[in-house]
């Protein structure tokens, strides 16, 4: 594959599926919890017994209301349901209860950052459904077991309009969706648990052109940086196929994430009919405004709030902001480092440098860091009221991480308190200086690079811990008598 | 209204009933028979209504979000054809197969 | 003491009067379901130890002075209604096995008022029929003559309280299947306002129109068991979050000056003489009591049944897709895959009558269809409903036949649906208006009882038992009973 992409350009769609993180399924009493034995947690409902009836979940409305707010979306009253008809062993009553004409979220759009500056995506809908069971292929002998488990279980379908371009924009938009997701607290966004799915439409057409070209829908995508690459995939093989004189099929393809290809899905003899109808069980809901209002009023600040609110209040840059802003709990962390180091940009190197370091080689979240805010907070302060110095506090901080130790008891434990003494500075210049003869000499007569000779001297000699400004400026005036 | 055998076929199968070929035009006749009873519709002039999908025009209630289920795997799947490590079995399925 | 010929009412009274024993009650019933029900095949399962079982522990609390509102009292269940413990079959072979785990609402709270149950009671297919002739378990027969029908889908519940095997049973109705069989076997079958009856453990045909109820053998004893099944349930969204009626307060009162509606649209069309005569003679007979006959127009009634055969079939076609040999219920032999597996499960554990109608509602459904089938009847469903709406404004009931003539023979109609179909196009029109609706025994022709349907107004089931007492205690056709 190696025609030229530059000629062509993709039309992208994201139907992302999130499982919203109630106690109890959505339409039944039964548990959400991940990971139990098979069946345990379907009840009568959820096994579409005869008779049974839905009852809904008024916790999902609030985070359905939630999203739709930080989408900038309507939130649609009277909002309904209706059944959508297919059999599959994992959908026990051989409808899925979904949304189709009056979904509970209606016309929004996200911003995100793409390289050439801010891009704005259209939201269509996010509608509430219910999740299907799992299919377990292995050890039964040719058949499969069927595990009902998590019917029933919230989603929402958040649909974007084909206005992403490229498979970057595509991940800066998921990331963005499991950002705020995450931030609303209505789901925990794992990718790899299935908490949040993405099927992706794809379609390409020459540049310029107007009219769409034919797309594929590609499901089982389950982490951002497979989105990223089964979209690169589905791009480059449309393109291929076109200019190898094929014609693209509208059809569903899974990715494959060990080949990296896509496949499509067998094709059935007749086309899918969903055969949507409203919901008999269920009658349309009513939002009423000051419901509305008190689920509004309960949401926390907002990634895109809290960026621009680290701008103005911290001055931090764009990119900055925007990389704290994005975890909740990083930036809750970050604030809780300012309060006590009143230096954000040194708190924000410091998050994002040292701790981030660390925190990733031992694969941990920043909520687990062996390192508390507080802690990180103290030594901030310690540099900035010069204490000690930066390479020192590196050490120190490693010291802290093994250790769980206050900085202060450290810098005391070790002795590591940084030499501000201008007499005692002046002592290790003079020494330094008597010892080195030559390389004055040379320095005098206009080899100016070997003032970091000098530097490196006195700070080996004070074992890093003098000041190293005042080492400079000391060192200057000495050297130049 | 006439309902050709490629259109029974197709609704057999979206209701996943298997229809003998023999019965095919028995079939077709007696659903042809109702499908006319349908077009009385056609005269009921329905511009200025909405459509009423159900009895009662009421708001959903709904319920608080809590567990109120049990596991009672060994009672729910008593009336199983067939079970193996509490899964319900079927004929293998294709993955993504819907 | 012939027990069985005691009103319901009656037997209740005497059970609190310690006059019998809720044991020797049930095992009178118990005894005449085993001695005649052979002829009418109107049970599918009897429940005779649960049912002994029930009745002693009745007769304990009598004992202990801690009686339950309808202790003791014996009821026969539709078996369409889910009953922890017993088989609930929906007269289908897809559930001949079925044993559900949990019991519906309905029959919950009426075991919480202590009655005892019997068995369970055939019925067409899926509640699908008006003849009882769809069932998997055989045909039910009409105790006035077992060679006529005794209607459906309720038809073993009619049958068997018509000839007297139990005083009262359950019953639901989704076109007219409780109101039809009880005027085919000469009962009172009421069908309360759509949210009275929790449908939770009701076996679904078609949601928005199915409706417990009762058929019995007069509306004093229909308003007594309708009361204790009644009443909010939070496990069916669709219940009415109002508690249960009293049904009995008013129902003595007189109907002096109310207003019954006769539609000019029903009377235009042709009906047989007698059903003329009969309806005729029943007005004749509220004239006398004091009501005023008023004509109203239900001008779009005559959609009604095929807004029905479209509504009830599309919503039956999603019902009953669960039924597909994974989780319980049939499952054909030897599946050699999963599309073998649903398309010869059902082809197989499904009736002619119940593929019928998935079919119909499947294509109902289907792409390129919706908009003029399904869309279009429930346009139309309004329309019928607006008319209702206007009529109530000025009339308290309104009268009409509840069928269009008495029973008829077994197989008569079996060979042409939409000939069948035509059984419930004066009930059908109360299913989607939500109205409530009761057929009393008003006539006979040839041997054969006849009924008469009043439709009231929204929750006003009170009204229409009030007006079928009113009648029934200056008539005697509902106390007419079949010679068996």
């Known amino acids: 594959m190696n025609e030229n992409l530059n000629n062509w350009e993709a039309v992208i769609g994201l139907e992302i ?12 009493g039964a548990s959400t919890n991940f990971g139990a034995l098979p069946n345990t947690q379907a009840c009568n409902i959820d096994l579409a017994m005869p008779g049974v009836l839905p009852v809904l979940n008024e916790e999902v409305l609030k985070m359905a209301i939630k999203l739709g707010t930080a989408l900038n979306a309507d939130i649609n009253s009277p909002t309904s349901f209706a059944r959508k008809n297919y059999f599959y062993p994992d959908s026990p009553k051989g409808y899925q209860i979904s949304q189709m004409d009056k979904p509970i979220v209606e016309g929004g759009y996200l911003d995100i950052e793409t390289e050439s500056g801010t891009k704005r995506i259209g939201v269509t809908r996010a509608h509430l459904e219910e999740d299907a069971g799992k299919s377990l292929h292995d050890d039964f002998e040719g058949q499969s077991g069927i595990d009902l488990n998590r019917a029933g279980t919230p989603l929402l379908e958040i649909v974007s309009e084909p206005e992403i371009s490229t498979p970057a924009e595509a991940v800066a938009y998921l990331k963005s969706i499991h950002s705020i997701i995450r931030y609303l607290a209505i789901s925990d966004g794992n990718m790899a648990e299935g908490s949040m799915r993405c099927d992706a439409n794809v379609s390409v057409r020459k540049k310029g052109d107007l009219e769409l070209g034919t797309r594929t829908e590609t499901k089982n995508v389950n982490s951002f940086r497979f989105v990223e690459k089964a979209i690169q995939y589905e791009i480059e093989r449309q393109v291929h196929e076109i200019e190898s004189g094929n014609t693209i099929t509208q059809e569903t393809r899974l990715y494959d994430s060990q080949n990296n290809t896509t496949r499509p899905m067998r094709s059935k003899e007749y086309a899918n009919d969903y055969r949507y109808f409203p919901e008999p069980d269920l009658l349309p809901i009513t939002l009423e405004k000051d419901f509305i209002e008190s689920v509004i009023n309960d949401m926390p600040e907002m990634p895109n709030e809290k960026k621009e609110r680290f701008v103005s209040k911290f001055s931090l840059s764009n990119y900055d902001a925007d990389l704290l802003a994005a975890d909740k709990d990083i930036a809750n962390y970050f604030e809780e ?64 991480w093994i250790s769980g130790k206050e900085v202060d008891e450290i810098i005391q434990d070790e002795g590591l308190e940084q030499v501000t003494d201008d007499k005692q500075i002046e002592a290790m210049i003079d020494e330094v200086i008597k010892s080195n003869p030559e390389q004055l000499e040379q320095y005098r007569s206009g080899k100016d690079r070997l003032f970091g000779f000098f530097v490196g001297q006195v700070m080996q000699a004070s074992k890093g811990k003098a000041n190293p400004k005042q080492v400079n400026d000391i060192l200057k005036s000495k050297l130049e008598k | 209204m006439a309902l050709s055998d490629k259109e029974l076929k197709e609704i057999s199968y979206l209701a996943r009933i298997n229809v003998k070929e023999e019965s095919f035009s028995s079939l077709k006749k007696e659903l042809e028979q109702i499908l006319t009873l349908f077009e009385e519709l056609n005269e009921a002039d329905t511009s200025s209504v909405d459509a009423m999908s159900h009895p009662l025009d009421l708001s959903q209630p709904t319920r608080k979000d809590e567990v109120t289920e049990e596991n009672k795997r060994d009672e729910l799947l008593k009336n199983a054809p067939s079970v193996k490590s509490g899964l319900f079995i079927v004929p293998k399925v294709i993955d993504g197969e819907a | 003491m012939d027990l069985h010929k005691l009103s319901l009412k009656e037997q209740l009274e005497g059970l609190k009067k310690s006059e019998f024993t809720s044991v020797e009650l049930t095992s009178h019933y118990l005894k005449r379901i085993s001695k005649h029900d052979e002829k009418f095949n109107s049970f599918i399962t009897v429940t005779e130890e649960n049912a002994l079982m029930q009745a002693k522990a009745a007769d304990e609390r009598y004992k202990k002075d801690k009686s339950l509102p309808l202790d003791g009292v014996p009821i026969a269940h539709k078996d369409i209604f889910c009953t922890k413990g017993v088989r609930t079959t929906c007269g289908s072979k897809m559930l001949s096995n079925f044993e559900a785990p949990y019991s519906s609402t309905v029959y919950t709270k009426l075991d919480e008022h202590g009655m005892v149950m019997l068995g369970k009671t055939n019925m067409d297919e899926f509640a699908m029929g008006s003849s009882n002739e769809t069932s998997y378990f055989g045909p039910v027969s009409n105790p006035w003559d077992t060679e006529y029908v005794p209607g459906g889908s309720s038809g073993g519940s009619a049958s068997c309280v018509s000839a007297e095997l139990a005083p009262i049973a359950t019953a639901t109705d989704t076109g007219g299947s409780i109101r039809q069989p009880a005027s085919l076997c000469g009962l009172t079958g009421i069908k309360p306002t759509y949210g009275r009856v929790s449908r939770y453990g ?144 059902r082809e197989e554990g499904f009736g002619a009558e119940v593929k019928r109608r998935i079919l119909i509602g499947t294509y109902a459904l289907s792409a390129g269809f919706y908009d003029a089938y399904y869309l279009k009847a429930q346009k139309c469903r309004q329309l019928v409903a607006n008319d209702f709406t206007n009529a109530f404004e000025s009339v308290d009931v309104i009268l009409s036949p509840t069928t269009p003539g008495t029973a008829f023979k077994a197989g008569e109609k079996s060979d042409d649906p939409t000939e069948m179909y035509l059984q419930d196009i004066f009930t059908i029109p109360a299913n989607l208006a939500g109205l409530p609706g009761i057929s009393i025994p008003c006539g006979e022709h040839g041997g054969l009882p006849l009924g008469m349907q009043l439709v009231g107004n929204s929750l006003q089931e009170d009204k229409l038992l009030q007006f079928a007492h009113s009648y029934q205690s200056n008539t005697d056709w509902h106390k007419k009973m079949p010679n068996i």
């Open chain 1, 17 to 28: 599926h999130v499982q919203l993180s109630t106690k109890s399924k959505l339409f039944s």
């Open chain 1, 337 to 400: 480092v300012v309060k006590i180091s009143d230096s954000p940009k040194l708190s924000t190197n410091w998050i994002m440098g040292e701790l981030s370091a660390l925190l990733n080689n031992e694969n941990l979240n920043i909520k687990d860091s062996k390192v508390s805010s507080d802690k990180l907070g103290q030594l901030i302060l310690r540099i900035e009221d010069a204490t000690i110095s930066g390479k020192i506090a590196k050490d120190i901080f490693e010291k802290m």
């Open chain 3, 202 to 345: 009701m076996i679904a045909f078609a949601s928005s129109l199915d409706q417990g109820g009762v058929v019995a053998r007069s509306a004093e004893d229909a308003a007594l068991i309708l009361e204790g099944m009644s009443g909010h349930d939070p496990k069916d969204s669709t219940s009415l979050k109002l508690p249960s009626p009293d049904l009995t307060k008013n129902l003595k009162d007189s109907i002096q000056g109310m207003k019954i509606g006769l539609p000019k649209e029903f009377f235009e069309q042709d009906m047989p003489s007698y059903v003329e005569q009969s309806i005729q003679e029943a007005i004749e007979t509220y004239k006398s009591l004091g009501a005023e006959i008023v004509e109203v127009s239900l001008k779009n009634i005559n959609l009604s049944l095929p807004i029905y055969y479209i509504i009830a079939p599309a919503e039956c076609s999603a019902n009953l897709s669960r039924y597909d040999g994974v989780r319980y219920g049939y499952r054909c032999e030897d599946p050699k895959d999963i599309e073998d597996l649903y398309m010869r499960t």
